[in-house]
């Protein structure tokens, strides 16, 4: 089945610096990844949906000069979150669709970031 | 914006079904109902999803209204690691997924 890879699976750094997290998808093609913020006891927010050779589309709220979504090739989005604060420390979580699939989307299996 | 409703939390004993309803009363007729789940700390899982007919598969069985305003997953054997968060989910083909606050389910041994 479609698998999506997230590293890394957690990262801690300091406040101030930036982050970059990697999604690919191993075994399929996928043009829209989608990037998701989960705080504890929360349920998943959409941040983002991420176009392979073209702009993010952000949620409205979210930041898109903090966090950089670059969706170079057909398996590969990264989320770099930039000048990191620790209210930035939560759990982001990607995941892509798969090609011509109604099958809905495959979730990686999520990054735990902590800002200290 | 979420489409559903369903109960913050529920219980069930090992071995037995696990019902978990969903309200989704507003559904269109394009939107497919979704169910995944979370396990703590990992990603979302795919379950099962449907149109209009109910539907199995290998984890779990979807009833869904006649009028589609509201839809049942049911675990047959629910297992302790069943326990997890259970999202219901409306959705047009190709549109985001937007998670409501989903269903607790704790299985008791």
């Known amino acids: 089945g479609a698998v999506v890879s997230q590293h890394p699976s957690r990262v801690i750094c300091k406040s101030g610096t930036s982050v970059k997290i990697e999604c690919r998808s191993l075994?399929?093609?996928?043009?829209?990844m989608f990037w998701y913020r989960q705080f504890p006891k929360q349920s998943l927010m959409l941040m983002a949906t991420?176009?392979?050779?073209?702009?993010?589309?952000?949620e409205q709220g979210v930041e898109k000069d903090k966090f950089l979504i670059n969706h170079a090739s057909l398996t590969l989005s990264t989320l770099t979150v930039t000048s990191a604060h620790p209210e930035d420390s939560s759990f982001y979580i990607c995941?892509?669709?798969?090609?011509?699939?109604?099958?809905?989307?495959?979730f990686g299996s999520g990054t735990r970031l902590t800002v200290v | 914006d979420a489409k559903t409703t369903q109960p913050p939390s529920m219980d069930c004993a090992e071995g037995r079904a696990a019902n978990l309803p969903c309200n989704h009363s507003?559904?269109?007729?394009?939107?497919?109902v979704y169910w995944y789940r979370q396990i703590h700390s990992q990603g979302p899982q795919y379950i099962i999803h449907?149109?209009?007919n109910n539907e199995t598969n290998e984890m779990a069985s979807l009833i869904i209204t006649e009028d589609r305003k509201s839809s049942t997953l049911i675990l047959p054997h629910a297992t302790l690691r069943d326990t997890a968060v259970y999202y219901c989910?409306?959705?047009?083909?190709?549109?985001?997924?937007?998670f409501g606050t989903g269903t607790s389910l704790t299985v008791i041994p």
């Open positions: 995941s892509a669709r798969v090609r011509a699939s109604n099958y809905g989307y495959t």
């Open positions: 075994d399929f093609q996928a043009t829209t």
């Open positions: 991420s176009n392979e050779g073209s702009k993010a589309t952000y």
């Open positions: 507003t559904i269109s007729g394009n939107e497919y």
């Open positions: 449907g149109l209009k």
């Open positions: 989910i409306v959705r047009e083909g190709g549109n985001q997924f937007y």
